[in-house]
């Protein structure tokens, strides 16, 4: 029993994992919970009790309440770290069944408080953990409590049926998700957040700083899967590399000394106009699978866009060119483009205020026009400047993120005279301000590069790691804005390599993405192409008739089956039968006890009751006393012709013992 009081543990710790999965807590808040269950669990090791001190925890937890919400951390967050308190409490003090049950009802709360606030994978596999735990503990008190009416050593729960009721309740749950009509409650995650991780992160921005030190971190958080339409071959994949090689999210036009920022005077539509891809060029189609995010924006590719009409009311252009959810999403959602790519943007050419904002140059940027006289001089077009500029950048300097020029008192002079290695927003700084320094109108631009093939799941992955900078520069011979991007090539990803890491990485990532479109988007409209897709089926079947060998087929296979089935219970069954017929079963008060005895000890051929009823206590002595009074009911039963209905009652009661 000291081992059974371990698992009183169980339901506050599946809790707090479940809580972990979800992410939506950060590590301080999370040890704050952690705490009082490991200190219950240190008590349960000494095997102590607190009881002599229980009205000092119940104020102790208390002040803990009060405290949570002077710090004001939120009605959720304090409302669950007092559960975990009041778990820790019951836990340190004498506990009986009725407080065994409440220790699992506030794990339940705790876990339900969660559950729905997330619709992640890795919170299904602690669903299903939570179910067979629970089922674990629910199992262990409805045995104790009977146990007290046995006789003889107590022995321990069937545990293994935990795993099938697991299996069942799966069973259950998938059926009643894909019956049950969809009901959608704009629920999210819990507002709390996850604090960031010191230094730099990867990510998209629509600021440009370089005077930030420190090295940037990689950010596997994923921004947007493209999932092109159909499938595709070698060619078709590399095609639709090239035509989506850069997603652009803001233009910066704005320069304050070597700072990037988004202008408001930048050109904005008015609202979204849906442009027809050129007809001498075939479109590009593909769904943007949009990941929410703080900028809510939606990276474009370049090139003239179709864009589904039906999203037309959903989405906005914002400052910087950018285009923008109307409304915040809060999941991944799809918009469904059509490219006919072009590397030239038309615009009229820039003039007065706008022609100086976007050749300003800012303090500090004397090294970029020195630069670039140096390793481009003369009178060149923008086009072949910015070429000669690009490959200049792309072959002389490396690419790191160590960040090695951001603490020094002029990140961009030391960037392009001492360390010549940067991140992609020093070579898309530098080159905006060679141009400028050229009377070129440039701009930086934040976006995406496209990111890795999955094979194993059909898409292009981009992660928060693949957040790109590069250049825009307008050029008067073509009257249109072009791309240079100065950046040299950065290390592959872990998706792109061969090992067992990466394959595990991109299954991983498959699953999840399979998970979010299959299954959290499951709507009342796959409900009605389902039952069509069944529908149709079953029409077909209704004119099928199998020909004559495959119903002989199919007879002998049945047989087979029930050859094979009644194997291992044949014998049973005819010794049930048997005992049945035998004495003892022709008893109608004792059938309940023959159907269950039966099958380990079964009656012999013209063997009385009472005979039956005593090999029965010598199998198993510790029910002796209970089977000699049933003998003793049963005779007088049988012989004294006294009615049936306590010797019914006595055998129902033994048959729960076998």
Known sequence: MRSARWLDHLPPWLAWGSIVSTGAYAPGELWVMALPLLAAAWVEWRHGS????????????????????????????????????????????????????????????????????????????????????????????????????????????????????????????????????????????IPVGIQAMGGLQAGLSDVVALNIPGPVLGNREVALRVVPAGSLTREQRNSYAGSLG????????????????????????????????ASNSRPVTADFFVEPGLMGTIPMPYGQADLDPAMGDSLRFGQGGSLRWVFPVRRATAVRIALAPSELEPEPPPRGQRLALLTATGTGTDCARNFSFREAPGDLPARDLAERLTARLRSGFSYTLDNPSGGAPNPLEDFLERSRSGHCEYFASALALMLRHRGVPARVANGYRLGPWIEEGGYFLVTQSEAHSWVEYYDPASAGWRVADPTPSAPGSLFDSGTFLARLARWSDTVRFRWDRDVVRFSDQDQLAGAA??????????????????RVLGILGLLGALGWFGRGHGRRWLALAGARKAGPGRIRELRPLVRKAGLILPPLPQETARAWLGRMASLRPQRAAQLASLAREADAAIYGRKPGAALKAMAREEARHW
């Open 50 to 189: 607190l009881a002599r001190w229980r009205h000092a925890l119940e104020i102790a937890a208390l002040a803990g309440f009060l405290l949570l919400i002077l710090l004001r951390r939120g009605l959720l967050p304090t409302v669950v770290t007092t559960l975990f308190l009041l778990c820790a409490v019951r836990l340190c003090l004498p506990r009986g069944l009725p407080q065994r049950r409440q220790l699992l009802l506030m794990g339940f709360l705790v876990f339900l408080t969660t559950a729905v606030s997330t619709s992640e994978l890795d919170f299904l596999l602690w669903s299903v953990v939570w179910v067979a735990g629970s089922s674990i503990v629910l199992m262990q008190l409805t045995w104790e409590k009977s146990a007290l009416l046995r006789q003889g050593p107590l022995q321990p729960p069937p545990y293994r049926l935990a795993l099938a009721w697991t299996a069942a309740v799966l069973v259950m749950a998938a059926g009643f998700f894909v019956i049950l009509p969809r009901l959608h409650l704009g629920l999210r995650r």
């Open 246 to 277: 850069l997603l652009r999210g803001f233009t910066l036009e704005q320069l304050e000394g070597q700072r990037w920022e988004v202008s408001p005077i930048t050109p904005r539509r008015r609202r979204v106009q849906w442009a027809e891809p």
């Open 533 to 550: 897709w069944a529908m149709d089926r079953l029409g077909s079947l209704a004119s099928w008739r199998p020909g004559r060998p495959a």
